[in-house]
């Protein structure tokens, strides 16, 4: 009786000690090497509808306690040719505007300029928008409905749909 029962809870114990985010998927699960800090960056997710081509591509990022939302998106240049040249640059302080189904807006912030790559005639640019522990409930609980990035040049603006959002939700769970 005794061997079952140690059986049974070593059982459970290996249950209790699987992570939360068993079923998340990772391009980095490390440990930094100079800071010790725990580093996870999710894999990217497409979140938003596919609009005249302009797609976002999102995923969650934490080092240590800090935590960020993390978007990739590009800009296909017209045949002018500055806007050929140009990259696409968030500035230090940038914005993120989330509108909610409630009609809610949440605002994040950048902390550095991003400047993306130009290849092409396109523009594809990757930024991290820093979240607190209110901000990251509210993106698990409330459906977003569109996005506005501002970048120096024009604002950005993307649409969610429902699976979208899920999909959001799922990958920000998971930092």
Not at 33 to 38: Q, V
Not at 50 to 66: E, F
Not at 124 to 130: F, G, L, M
Not at 134 to 146: A, C, E, F, P, Y
Request: glycine content about 8%; hydrophobic content about 40%.
């Amino acid at each position: 009786m005794r061997p079952a029962l140690a059986a049974s809870l070593a059982v459970v114990m290996f249950l209790t000690a699987l992570p939360a985010n068993a079923k998340c998927k990772f391009n980095v699960d490390t440990v930094h090497s100079r800071t010790g800090e725990k580093v996870l960056w999710t894999k990217w997710n497409t979140f938003t509808l596919v609009i005249k081509g302009k797609v976002l591509v999102g995923s969650g990022l934490s080092i240590g306690d800090k935590k960020y939302f993390a978007l990739r998106f590009d800009r296909h240049a017209s045949g002018n040719k500055a806007e050929r040249d140009s990259a696409l640059v968030i500035p230090a302080n940038g914005k993120l505007l989330m509108k909610f189904d409630d009609q809610s807006i949440l605002e994040l912030h950048t902390e550095e300029e991003f400047t993306g790559d130009v290849e092409g005639g396109k523009s594809e640019i990757v930024a991290r928008y820093v979240m607190d522990a209110s901000t990251l409930n509210s993106l698990l609980k409330k459906r977003i409905m569109n996005i506005r990035i501002r970048t120096t040049g024009a604002d950005e603006d993307f649409a969610f749909g429902k699976k979208g959002a899920k999909k959001m939700q799922k990958t920000l769970a998971c930092i």
